[in-house]
């Protein structure tokens, strides 16, 4: 098996990243796909995957991504994707039947998806010359040059394990950029000019993101509510955001009280987080948006962990409590079932009080707290 260094690869050349999945898996991914672009400067780099990164990836952001290939999960069909003239989107050019004759342009891969080894195989049949990846099974191995083994139980954070990939190539620089990282958050998803968007700190505005996936995995709606009014006495400036989708939920949190925001892109959204001095979230992919923005955040989390999935960057905290394993009473259940009753379980133990009291330490402004 080939095994180069970092400093035996050639730098000009043309990359393959694969990555897809849901909103939150791409962002915390994007710290990786950054220092994929400083490794390798002079590059021309392919992001293949889901239609989601045309959202995220703003071509003035990141020049050194050529195209955006969007495919499924069978790869039975490619949407080729070039930068607009502004940079600033994506404009689909053509359309192509086979991975393996889109895979011959290629002199490297980079495969984020650790989970599943389909893609990584198509590569290896490619026979592309560089080929990097990781997987929890040392027999995946054969299917890279470069390959990096994740511990079964390692606690880190999937923003990590996601720069852990590239490890392979360069050891003493990956474990430099964690701790960069750790401090950074995630890569800016927007650049903003100088007095852009500038918050008046006179006002405080705060957003309150009380959706998730599924009610299971969120705070509920009477205590997002309860929350929003305390804050409302407090002076602050309190908006509720969500998607489109989800104007029922967040009418039960503002009612006539409360403005509702409901971005229709991920850059409108990244705007209006960009101008808020705290977002208050449920663990979901809100908390990696304003990662990307530089905005301090409070995740409450449910029964997800905080090592692997909590806020990112200085000044953003996570909220959980420790609790009891609920009793499964019935014989026949689904874990799924299961996961949901210790979501609500550990999300019920949250208290508005104790939501409170860390907001008090963000925002370093005496609250008026009653005892509720």
Known sequence: MINLKLYEIPESKQIIVYHTGALGDLLVSTAALFEVTNLFPRSKITLIGCSLWKEIILPLNWPNIDQIIVTNKNFNFFDIWKPCEQLLSWKQVKTQYSLRKILLNYSLSIDFRT???????????????????????????????????????????????????????????????????????????????????????????????????????????????????????????????GSPKETSWLKEVALDDFEIIQPNTIIDLIDVVKQSHLLITNTSSMQFIAAGTSTPTLTLMGSASPQRWGCLGQGSYSIKTEYKDIKIKKIFIRKKDIAKQKEVSAYNNITVNLVLEKINQLTKEPLKIKTL
């Not at 929890?136 to 990590?160: G, M, P, Q, V, Y």
């Not at 394990?161 to 474990?175: F, K, M, Q, T, V």
């Not at 950029?177 to 500038?198: C, M, V």
């Open 115 to 241: 989970e599943s080894l389909r893609f990584a195989y198509q590569t290896f049949l490619a026979k592309i010359p560089i080929r990097i990846g990781a997987s929890k099974s040392k027999l995946a191995k054969i299917f890279f040059t470069h390959f990096t083994l994740i511990k079964n139980k390692s606690e880190i954070h999937e923003r990590d394990r996601y720069l852990r990939i590239l490890s392979s190539i360069n050891e003493n620089y990956i474990e430099q950029k964690i701790l960069f990282w750790e401090k950074n958050g995630l890569p800016s998803l927007k650049w903003f000019p100088k007095n852009h968007l500038q918050k008046n700190d006179k006002i405080k505005n705060i957003l309150i993101n009380p959706t998730a996936s599924i009610r299971e995995k969120a705070w509920c709606s009477s205590r997002f509510r309860e929350l929003a009014l305390k804050l409302k006495e407090n002076s602050f400036n309190v908006k509720i955001i």
